[in-house]
Structure formats: C-alpha cells, structure tokens
C-alpha cells in the first residue's frame, strides 16, 4: 500500500482542501492511503519517510526555512513529490530552493479561455492512455521553467505576438525523489469536461509515488 501526505492551505480562491479530496478518493481507487494535513508546520512534525508520496497543495503562502529544508530533504532521500495548478505551481514564492525542486514557477496566466494541449512524450507511463492532443478550457498558465525537466506535454502559449511552447506536465529527478508536476486543475468542473486532465494529473501522482513502473 502506498501511503500519501497532503497539505492543503493558502490562497482559498483554489479551494485547496475540496481539490486534496478530489485528489485522495482517486488515489484511494488505487489503494493509496492518504494522510491530510493543514499545517505546513507538519513537515518538522512528522516522519516524512514514512510516506511514499507528499502533495503540497499551497498556492502562495509563506512557511518556516526549516518546514521547506525539511521537505528538499526528504524528497532528495527518496520520498516523492507531486502537485498540480498552483498547489505547487505557485506556492511559497519566495522559496527559490523549493522553485528549483519543483523545476518550474507560475509567473502569469494573461490568457484564460480554450487552447490544446499536445502530449510531448506519449511512450511515458504516465501518459499511456491520454490522447495525444485534446483541447482544454481554463487559465493558461505561463511558468518558468528548469531546462533540466523531463516535459510530457505543452500547451501553445500566444502572446503579444509571440508563439512559444510551454510546457504543462513535466517530471524530474531530485536526488532520490521523484518529482511530477501538471498546471491543469483550476476548477473542479474541469474535469467532468476534460476527463483526460484528471486522468493525466492522478497517473502522475501515482508514477511519484512509484505506482506505475
């Protein structure tokens, strides 16, 4: 049984403790068993290696140096890390170590409307069974990103007369750790439109956890 911790708080405009429970009834269907928490001040409470996921679901927000150094090293030990939108997209700004952990920033979303999505690597596990292209219609975020990240999807980010590709589901490597991160999820309603986000999302948190080889 894999077991995993979410900490849910900060910004209340991404309903972060209705999104944790999204989140835990999917991985429940998998039989994970998942822990929730509300304070950040569990991360130097807790033995982190205890669990084999942990799901910071924070948007902005402020912790403690020793609460952020206590989850680096943990997933550097070989605890994984997942996350979604802005639950760990943008949280703890300020917090470069933990951004560069993650391996990319939201910075803006300009553009909220429709736009596709175009799977990048689709022979990755995770991806198995995602169409390769399919629209979605939401905040488009714009990040900053780690060159180093594996990227499993993008969006086409069109803006002030420039075309770039952004990525929006990416993985990587932080010392022992598994890191997997999608920016899709800004409303819950997403996914009974877009099955395929949801899908996406939950196949990359159990990849972290070590679910899917």
Same mark, same amino acid.
């Given at each position: 049984?894999?077991?995993?911790? &979410?900490?849910?708080?900060?910004?209340?405009? %991404?309903?972060?403790?209705?999104?944790? !429970?999204?989140?835990?009834? /999917?991985?429940?269907?998998?039989?994970?068993?998942?822990?929730?928490?509300?304070?950040? !001040?569990?991360?130097?409470?807790?033995?982190?290696?205890?669990?084999?996921?942990?799901?910071?679901?924070?948007?902005?927000?402020?912790?403690?140096?020793?609460?952020?150094?206590?989850?680096?090293?943990?997933?550097?030990?070989?605890?994984?890390? *997942?996350?979604?939108?802005?639950?760990?997209?943008? !949280?703890?700004?300020?917090?470069?170590?933990?951004?560069?952990?993650?391996?990319?920033?939201?910075?803006? %979303?300009?553009?909220? *409307?429709?736009?596709?999505?175009?799977?990048?690597?689709?022979? %990755?596990?995770?991806?198995?069974?995602?169409?390769?292209?399919?629209?979605?219609?939401?905040?488009?975020?714009?990040?900053?990103?780690?060159?180093?990240? %594996?990227?499993?999807? /993008?969006?086409?980010?069109?803006?002030?007369?420039?075309?770039?590709?952004?990525?929006?589901?990416?993985?990587?490597?932080?010392?022992?750790?598994?890191? &997997?991160?999608?920016?899709?999820?800004?409303?819950?309603?997403?996914?009974?439109?877009?099955? !395929?986000?949801?899908?996406?999302?939950?196949?990359?948190?159990?990849?972290?956890?070590?679910?899917?080889?």
């Amino acid at each position: 049984m894999k077991r995993a911790l &979410f900490i849910s708080g900060g910004w209340a405009g %991404h309903i972060p403790e209705a999104f944790t !429970a999204r989140y835990v009834a /999917e991985l429940s269907k998998h039989g994970f068993e998942c822990q929730c928490e509300t304070e950040t !001040a569990c991360l130097t409470r807790l033995d982190l290696s205890a669990f084999d996921l942990i799901v910071p679901n924070w948007t902005m927000g402020e912790w403690t140096k020793e609460e952020s150094k206590a989850l680096r090293d943990a997933v550097h030990g070989g605890v994984n890390l *997942g996350g979604f939108h802005g639950g760990l997209g943008d !949280a703890f700004r300020g917090d470069v170590e933990f951004k560069w952990m993650v391996g990319g920033m939201f910075v803006a %979303h300009p553009y909220i *409307g429709d736009y596709d999505i175009t799977v990048t690597d689709p022979e %990755h596990v995770i991806m198995q069974g995602i169409p390769t292209e399919f629209p979605y219609t939401s905040e488009q975020y714009y990040m900053l990103m780690d060159p180093g990240v %594996h990227v499993l999807a /993008e969006t086409l980010y069109v803006y002030e007369g420039k075309s770039v590709p952004m990525p929006i589901a990416w993985v990587k490597q932080w010392g022992k750790g598994r890191v &997997f991160y999608a920016a899709l999820g800004h409303e819950l309603a997403e996914f009974d439109r877009c099955p !395929a986000a949801l899908d996406l999302t939950v196949r990359g948190l159990r990849w972290a956890a070590g679910d899917l080889a």
